[in-house]
């Protein structure tokens, strides 16, 4: 999916770009606003940051020094992708003509660093929690996967700052990515000799 959305990348919208951000828009409402702004915000930099560092510690405190390098790999390599992939792309934002914005973002539009980041920390956070004998935690880390990750992605469109495309680019390759390092994580499980 990420290698077609860029294959179709331009300055403008693409496909059903600017039909979804104009219902969009036309369907905000102020107490709805607020929360989609304090959303996105706990997907910025710091509100990231502040989850790696949890558990980071969470995992340094239980001694998972294989499931911590993992988590590690997959977050710190998100933020190598999202980097090199915004400046090669250079797509701008949703301009005034298709969408007013709620926010003014100034790096490039494609694909969404939020969407990307929210996709690889919470489903590592998820499979992370797979490697835990406790039910309770692994329906904990299900949950807010399922909640945050498309909420993130829906903020985005909603505060007219992302093309739809760019959103659904970074969801792919986010999971593409995670799923890569998590093979390579499993693949240190595996006694030598033996196929994973």
Known sequence: MFVVLASQVEPGP????AP????????????I?????????????????VVVFVVVGVLMVARRYRELAF??????????LIRALK???ARPRPSADVVVSITSPQSPSFPSGHALSAMVLYASIFLVALAFDDPRLKRI????ALILVPLMGI????LGVH???????GWALGFAWVWVAYLGYRATLTPRGVRP
Do not use: C, K, Q
């Not at 693409?14 to 770009?17: A, E, N």
């Not at 959303?39 to 509100?47: C, F, M, Q, V």
């Not at 988590?71 to 190598?80: K, P, R, Y």
């Open 141 to 144: 880390a299900t949950a807010i």
């Open 14 to 17: 693409i496909g059903v770009d």
């Open 20 to 31: 979804i951000l104009r219902s969009v828009e036309s369907a905000r409402h102020e107490s």
């Open 87 to 89: 400046a090669a792309f």
């Open 33 to 49: 606003t607020g929360w989609m702004v304090g959303i996105t915000d706990l997907g910025g930099s710091i509100g990231t940051t």
């Open 71 to 80: 988590f590690l790999v997959a977050n710190v390599g998100a933020l190598f």
């Open 163 to 169: 093309f739809p495309s760019d959103v659904l680019a």
């Open 155 to 158: 903020t985005r469109v909603y």
